[in-house]
């Protein structure tokens, strides 16, 4: 292993290095012929060209020097790819998923270019004044910060009589706005000085009463082509519209069969 390519995971924190290793390294057959190494941003060092990170030796895991990876996967969760040039010696490194966390807006737009425009939800940038016309004609809408993170600051929005229920998380609304009140009264203080997204909302089917959602994980094979890894559903509590809040996951396959057959 002394020659093999050098393959870097890079962590946000140093507390996470042995974790994500041993992750990986049940991944790496010795046919693979390489040797991983976690690291944060901050154990890179420009002057000497090296990182100190964690590897898994004959003795265990062990922290040592090592000289920069040949290549760099991104675990932190980062908004621009200014991690990397802050630890410059990174330049010039191959480095994967230098973006992590995506803004809402620009997905969006990218996706109506494609050809899944027609299953997206409607989607406007935040404009307060548009709300009660969208509401009288959707009757439900989500409110959404572009950089999302486990459903915070997401809001859901219903038109139920001339009144609009504002909730969090829960179906049940925390916030109720008035026929007759300026919407922007209730909803600016919850806003701050992020940027948001209207979106539609779409009455979705249940399971037991409960909100689900399917996730899809999409990663490049050894060919080099985009293919399925995994797809998964997580189960929300009950009242709870919010599926990061979840009770369990489960196989999406398993669960959509039987949703289906209910519903047959």
Known sequence: MKHSP???IMVKRKKDRKKILKLYRQFCGEDLKLQLCSFTPAAVSIRGKTVTGIIE???GFQETVLPLPGAVYNRCYNKTAN???TAGAL????CFNTITRLNKWVVYTLLKQSGVKRNLPDT???DANMIP???ASWKLLY???VYGHIGKKVYRLELVDSDILIS?????PSIISWENEDIRVKINPLLGNQQFILQKGIRSIQVDNCFFDIRVLVQKNIEGHWAVSVMACRVAYDDFFNTSIYQGIYDAETLLDQVMKRKA
Do not use: D, M, Q, V
């Not at 330049?91 to 191959?94: D, F, I, V």
């Not at 969090?168 to 049940?172: D, E, G, L, P, R």
């Open 6 to 8: 050098l393959i870097g």
């Open 83 to 85: 991690i990397f040039n």
């Open 133 to 135: 016309a969208l509401l």
């Open 168 to 172: 969090s998380h829960s179906i049940a």
């Open 57 to 59: 030796t004959e003795e």
């Open 143 to 145: 409110l959404k910060p």
């Open 91 to 94: 330049r010039g490194t191959r």
């Open 124 to 126: 406007f940038l935040y």
